[in-house]
């Protein structure tokens, strides 16, 4: 690829002003917390603008889809009366939060950040790999990339380039929270320091201007969330970007034995007075295996085909997709739905015969607990080793995100894998990332 | 003729040391439904800075609220009268009771419940209803009333395996039972005459509408148990979930007392 | 969004990070007044002794703990600095000249120092930060035995900028130390308790 070329002299430059900005995430590793550079390579993925057009309206389709899955679950229930999915996926899987029947968010909105994973067959086809909406993280990295390749690339370089700009993400999620905002402050609520994206937690702080605080900073009063200032002030808050697990949400109304959290916001979004961002409960949509039934619920909801293709899926708990399973085995990924960060992901052909004997009786106990995929051969990606090019595994981590209408992100996260053998991307198992460039529609 | 019955419970947390920012939610009130009605109410709480009442997703009357200043012990105090009228059916939506097919975290069947469960005999034309009365019985005489060897966060399987524990863990263990037919059912807790601590038992789906079974006594509940809350498990019951700063060990108190009104003459 | 703007638009700060912008004060002054009094003394080894808490290393990544953690409040831009300082005094350890790297750390300081009150547009915490400058000078002056009208100016410095950050202090302490600073015989020990004591954090 030339742009490769042209782009190595400066791979230097960027990676040293990455760490000189502090682009880290956190990792614990034997109990101790450390922080690291995310390697960057500067190749980056390239997507033309047609092709872009596809992924954003079959991407704004689904997460649409998404959201009105959530609403119907938490009232009437219409998809499951209909037959449409098996209750069983909703009601016993680790996002359903029983507390919030009933309750609608500001807007009706429940997924106002989704994060959707992508991979890119061989043949081009994209494939819908997961769908994350509880706290999707990882935007922040290709924006400061692209922030920083401006610093050090020559002048007017994307522009000559025909890039799409990508430095409306805070523009984007400002939008966001002002959407549903019930009156106050917009803030974003970081567990703190030692979460594993801190970084991206902080500097979305930095770009949008919310407040970033942690739970000790707020209090609920008068069925009102507020802000303790430091002179003992007490600031109203109307959305909350949060980036803690509903389990730790609130101790008085989740888990009683989280230390952290703040006492009561349950309550009160319960009664509309504070947006909480993405809404609790959402969860219950991005399960692994509910990500079985999107297509359907695009047809259900929409009445529409799906844009854009899952990837071959099958649910060991429907005895047809059983028996495929067992016949297939050496062919399939199967994952544990309870399990995320590339944990939990077993290769068929990379069990020995007696490890696959145990896994399939497991199979046949748990039905409920895994998804079998066929594994996509995906298209590799150039990255720098050295001076030199080599292909890798990569995906791709769009960001819609839902204010009056969805909006797709112009870029996205691109992982991939550093050993040539794995298909795990994850930056907790060692991967690295890449800037996207989605073009304009000149040539 | 219908019982009329007066209720008082009473619950009081002692800290060793004195707490301040107490933030609680409580759900120990009993409201009216087809089943009950729920008369002359008093509500006590102590110490307060804010409190309000709302309904949770479950339909259960909460009172949340915080108590700012320093305080060493924490009080409610609730009574009033209840009617009962135990073929009183509170109806349940079709589409509301999908969540209470499946099991949680305390309802979990493990293999010990599991291998209790393959025991039975088959379910041969009989109701969900019918079924859990089947279950019932055969828990009944498997299970030992047992006071002090289980706890509040002890699961079914826990207890099951013990074959020892209160009336939570009866109540939880014929959860679990039916959860692994898929008979929609729910925890209850509530109160019945006598002096000591809060009751819980279940209700099973059955034609539109709960029943209440109560698994310790190994009968329907009749027109003198007093209903508090229900969800799909002693958590989603909680009486009272707090934090709050200080205190170093706390301890609780509650009171239930509740007996018949006799007719006047 | 360009980070030389500056662009950080804060009006109300949380108790803890009004605490926080202190401690990066205090902290890379005593980084930046510490190595400058060892540059060219062989105290090199001393100052890169991490489990020392008087040491430079050791001052240098408390600051950077603090900074981490206002990304928001001072900006990338400033933060950058500290980052900087904390990857060449680690360069420093490693070198057979670490007095080359020693002199960058120090540079990046003064940057941090200059961006800082160039960039941060909250009045309140630019002027904490530079609150817990001034007492750490007029602490790390008073103990290394600085001459009488160093330690006198910084008192006055720190006393100009006491009423700029909405941070309580207390004033009697105030009153005792503009007396020790007038006092013919300058009391250092008792200067050092003073100053210590001056900021009240609200609990």
Redesign the interface.
């Known amino acids: 690829m030339a742009i490769a070329e042209e782009l190595y002299a400066y791979s230097g430059g960027v990676n040293e002003l990455l760490a000189r900005y502090g682009v880290k995430f956190g990792i614990y590793k034997n109990g101790e917390f450390h922080e690291q550079l995310f390697p960057f390579d500067i190749i980056p993925r390239i997507i033309n603008h047609d092709e872009f057009a596809q992924l954003e309206r079959g991407l704004k389709q689904r997460v649409f889809a998404l959201n009105e899955f959530l609403k119907d679950i938490y009232s009437d229930g219409k998809i499951i009366s209909d037959g449409v999915i098996a209750e069983e996926f909703i009601y016993s899987g680790t996002g359903w939060l029983a507390q919030c029947a009933g309750v609608s968010p500001p807007k009706g909105i429940y997924s106002h950040i989704s994060g959707i994973d992508l991979v890119q067959a061989k043949n081009g086809t994209w494939y819908i790999l997961e769908d994350n909406l509880r706290i999707p993280s990882g935007a922040s990295y290709p924006m400061i990339a692209r922030e920083l390749g401006r610093k050090s690339l020559p002048p007017e370089f994307f522009e000559k380039h025909h890039v799409e700009d990508n430095r409306n993400y805070a523009e984007l999620l400002s939008r966001t929270m002002n959407y549903v905002n019930t009156g106050g402050l917009s803030v974003i609520l970081t567990p703190g320091r030692f979460n594993a994206a801190y970084f991206e937690h902080s500097y979305f702080a930095e770009l949008t201007g919310a407040h970033l605080v942690t739970c000790e900073d707020l209090v609920v009063e008068d069925e009102n969330l507020y802000f303790k200032d430091y002179s003992g002030k007490k600031e109203k808050i109307g959305a909350i970007y949060r980036r803690i697990s509903d389990e730790y949400l609130d101790p008085v109304n989740f888990n009683s034995q989280s230390l952290i959290g703040v006492p009561h916001i349950f309550d009160i979004y319960r009664k509309g007075n504070v947006a909480i961002i993405n809404s609790p409960g959402n969860g219950a949509a991005d399960d692994k295996g509910i990500y079985y039934f999107v297509p359907a619920m695009i047809k259900y909801y929409l009445h529409e085909e799906p844009i854009l293709n899952n990837a071959p899926t099958y649910l060991p708990y429907y005895e047809d997709d059983m028996k495929y399973i067992l016949a297939n085995f050496d062919n399939l990924v199967l994952k544990d739905v309870a399990e995320a960060g590339g944990y939990g992901v077993i290769f068929g052909n990379k069990l020995s015969s007696s490890e696959k004997e145990k896994f399939i009786a497991m199979l046949k106990a748990e039905p409920r607990r895994f998804i079998a995929q066929e594994v996509i051969d995906f298209q590799d990606i150039e990255i720098f080793e050295g001076s030199s090019q080599v292909p890798r595994k990569a995906d791709l981590r769009a960001f819609v995100l839902m204010s009056d209408e969805p909006v797709v992100w112009k870029s996205g996260l691109t992982r991939f894998s550093r050993n040539p053998d794995s298909f795990i991307v994850n930056s907790s198992q060692g991967g690295g990332f890449k800037d996207t460039w989605i073009m304009t529609e000149e040539k | 003729m219908m019982h009329r019955l007066r209720y008082i419970y009473q619950m009081r947390l002692n800290f060793e040391e004195p707490v301040r920012e107490h933030h609680f939610k409580l759900r120990c009130f009993p409201s009216s439904d087809e089943r009950q009605k729920i008369f002359n109410e008093h509500i006590k709480i102590y110490p307060v800075h804010f409190s309000n009442a709302e309904k949770d997703s479950f339909g259960n009357l909460c009172i949340y609220g915080t108590a700012n200043q320093m305080h060493d012990h924490f009080a409610v105090n609730v009574d009033g009268e209840a009617e009962i009228n135990s073929e009183g059916k509170v109806p349940a939506a079709l589409n509301k009771i999908g969540m209470f097919k499946y099991e949680t975290n305390l309802t979990r069947a493990g293999n010990s419940i599991r291998e209790f469960h393959r025991s039975f005999e088959p379910m041969n034309y009989m109701t969900g209803y019918e079924r859990a009365i089947y279950m019932m019985n055969e828990l009944y005489e498997e299970f030992l009333y047992t006071p002090g060897i289980t706890g509040i966060l002890t699961s079914a399987e826990e207890a099951f395996t013990l074959r020892r524990g209160v009336c939570q863990d009866y109540a939880h263990i014929l959860l679990a039972l039916c959860r692994l037919e898929r008979i929609p059912c729910r925890y209850t807790a509530g109160m019945i005459p006598g002096e000591g601590a809060t009751h819980a038992w279940t209700e099973i789906f059955d034609a539109g509408a709960w029943r209440a079974i109560d698994p310790t006594h190994n009968r329907e509940c009749d027109d003198t148990y007093i209903k508090i809350s229900s969800g799909r498990d002693a958590q989603d019951c909680a009486i009272n979930q707090g934090v709050f700063y200080g205190g170093g060990r706390q301890t609780q108190e509650v009171k239930v007392i509740v007996h018949e009104i006799l007719p006047q003459s | 969004?360009d980070?030389d703007g500056g662009?950080?638009?804060?009006s109300?700060?949380?108790?803890?990070?009004?605490e926080r912008l202190f401690w990066l004060g205090r902290y890379s002054e005593r980084v930046y007044t510490g190595l400058r009094s060892i540059i060219g003394s062989y105290a090199k080894n001393f100052s890169l002794d991490e489990t020392n808490p008087e040491s430079a290393v050791f001052s240098l990544a408390r600051a950077y703990?603090n900074a981490?953690?206002l990304?928001?409040e001072i900006?990338?831009e400033t933060?950058?600095y500290i980052?900087?300082a904390v990857?060449e005094i680690n360069k420093a350890k490693k070198s057979l000249t670490p007095l080359i790297h020693l002199q960058k750390v120090i540079d990046n300081i003064a940057a941090f120092c200059g961006m800082a009150d160039d960039s941060i547009e909250d009045e309140h915490a630019r002027g904490i930060i530079k609150l817990g400058k001034r007492i750490e000078r007029v602490d790390l002056y008073s103990r290394m035995n600085a001459n009488v009208e160093d330690i006198r100016r910084e008192i006055r410095r720190l006393i100009y900028r006491l009423p700029k950050t909405?941070?309580r202090y207390d004033a009697e302490t105030l009153e005792r130390l503009i007396m020790l600073a007038n006092d013919d015989s300058l009391k250092r020990p008792e200067i050092v308790k003073e100053v210590e004591g001056l900021i009240k954090?609200?609990e």
Not at chain 3, 7 to 10: G, L
Not at chain 3, 12 to 18: A, P, Q, T, V, W
């Open positions: 969004m980070y662009k950080i638009n804060m109300i700060l949380s108790r803890e990070n009004s703990d981490i953690v990304r928001d900006g990338s933060f950058s980052q900087l990857y909405g941070l954090f609200l």
